[in-house]
């Protein structure tokens, strides 16, 4: 307890503050609102000297506001907006699956460590094998169709979200579990009134990674297992017919997608897992 | 086959016969036998706690004061020995523990009405007997704070008294309290002793009180159990028996300084030794 104390202590010093901080802070909720602006902003703007300069020729790159153009009105009715649902739709069955079996899986073998001892091997090494390695493994079993790429997105993703929901309940501070011991819950009831609360920010960061794995998959699989639909197969299909406003568009949709998943994702935690960090 | 060797080998030991404490004890310990990386912590202890008193658990810095309370609620196996509540096990009694950590201690994701209620709904009660009994904690305890917020919204010294509340709401017959005090600050010290206190007089459950507080120890204790250096022993059980409800005035009483001195020489003699 004493060694970090005495480290903040000796934090170096820092000079006092110049200038008149009052007058300029009025000012600084709006200068600070705009900062995340300045990135895209900045990318946006290189973007379009790069194209209109010539540095790369249009053929290869579009202007920024034509491919914003058609990401907007493909999304608005277009043919992308078909291809973008399709993918959604298909992240969201593989999401579920590994989330419907992943969840309770984890927060049972995490209670019973010797059972998650004797799998640990398995998942970490599955975990760590590319989940697109396994892509003709998943091709031989169940063939060029939609369950297949469901399939391999669902088993990328289930294993993250094992992981983290039985590190999760492992990992539950301890206090908590005495303190329903000696409330005099049974085992039974430090598990459903304990154990899967505590693991609950664990299995969210879990279920955050699990579903860009699984849009990652997804979008892979669409690419290369013999897709008709899909932003992966709008992707590779327009850059062989050279349609590269078509592409970086539905590139783009993909990304809206990935961020706006990761988003809603961060909010559901919060609401859910309402005391974390405090 | 070497079940039947064991069952033998047992058998030839001669098990000491349990000698209950006198009249009026609550808790009754005997070869209690613990050891922590090899080494005896406690070894053959024993030891009668009186019903309807508070007793302060005071000792060495290391010789498992805290450890001693966490054996007697069940929190921390035992290598040996026997421990009885009123001539029951621990699973026929009924308990309530504060942990000194309360933020680890109350669940985050209950109200706090709900951590309060959690003990009554684990033993099965009705909503109508819930809420009853909840009135009257919070009656007892007169809070001033929001209930229905949650723990972490809380200050410490509410979330303490929370806790407390939790841990008296199904009306234990022994209260174990592990350095309720030490994360508080002294205003709120001061606020949970005076409402220990009441609910003592009140009810007059026995109390087991770790505290490394001598003065804090001592004000509220009936007995003040002294501890040795490990292997642990008891060096000497001391009684104050000031009237209740004990004041601040109580804190400059001749019978209380004695106490507290009495208390400190033999800490001190213990700590040299």
Known sequence: MREPTASTEAAPWSPPQTGAPATRLPGKPLLERALPFVGPVFLFVIWDLVVRLGFIKPILLPSPSDTVMALVQGLAGGPLLKDFLVTVWRTVQAFLIAALVGVPLGVVLGSAEKAYRSVEFLIDFFRSTPSSALIPLFLMIFGVSDVNKVAIAAFGALLIVVFNSAYGVMNARKQRVMAAKVMGANRWQVFKDVLIWESLQSSFVGLRSAVSMALVIVIVAEMFIGADSGLGNRIINSQQVMNVKDMYAAILAAGVLGYALNILFLITERKIVHWSGR | ?273
């Not at chain 2, 209930?147 to 017959?173: F, K």
């Not at chain 2, 770790?210 to 490990?230: C, F, I, M, N, P």
């Not at chain 2, 804190?251 to 300084?257: A, D, K, M, R, V």
């Open chain 2, 1 to 273: 086959m070497s079940a039947v060797l064991n069952a033998r080998m047992v058998a030839d030991v001669p098990v000491a016969p349990f000698v209950s404490g006198p009249a009026g004890t609550q808790i009754t310990i005997r070869g209690l036998t613990k050891y922590f990386a090899g080494w005896p912590l406690y070894e053959n202890f024993d030891l009668d706690i009186p019903k309807h008193k508070i007793v302060s658990v005071f000792g060495p810095n290391g010789c498992g004061k805290s450890t001693l309370i966490n054996m007697i609620a069940g929190l921390v196996p035992i290598d040996a020995g026997e421990i009885l509540f009123d001539g029951k096990s621990l699973k026929e009694t009924k308990i309530g523990y504060v942990f000194q950590n309360y933020r680890e201690a109350l669940f985050p994701w209950m109200r706090t009405i709900d951590n309060i209620a959690y003990p009554l709904k684990l033993e099965g009660k009705s909503k109508a007997q819930v809420d009853r009994r909840m009135a009257e904690l919070v009656a007892s305890f007169d809070v001033k704070f929001d209930l229905n917020r949650y723990p972490y919204e809380l200050s410490g010294g509410q979330q303490q008294t929370a806790s407390i509340m939790r841990s008296l709401a199904p009306n234990p017959e022994v209260l174990f309290l592990d350095e309720p005090f030490s994360a508080l600050d002294f205003e709120m010290t001061l606020f949970i002793r005076e409402k220990l206190q009441e609910v003592f007089m009140k009810t007059g459950t026995t109390m087991v009180l770790v505290s490394h507080d001598l003065e804090e120890a001592v004000y509220l204790a009936d007995q003040v159990l002294l501890l040795t250096k490990r292997p642990t022993k008891v060096a000497e059980i001391l009684t104050y028996s000031d009237p209740r409800p004990r004041t601040v005035a109580t804190l400059s009483e001749p019978s209380f300084i004695a106490a507290k001195k009495r208390s400190l020489e033999i800490f001190q003699r213990e700590v040299r030794r």
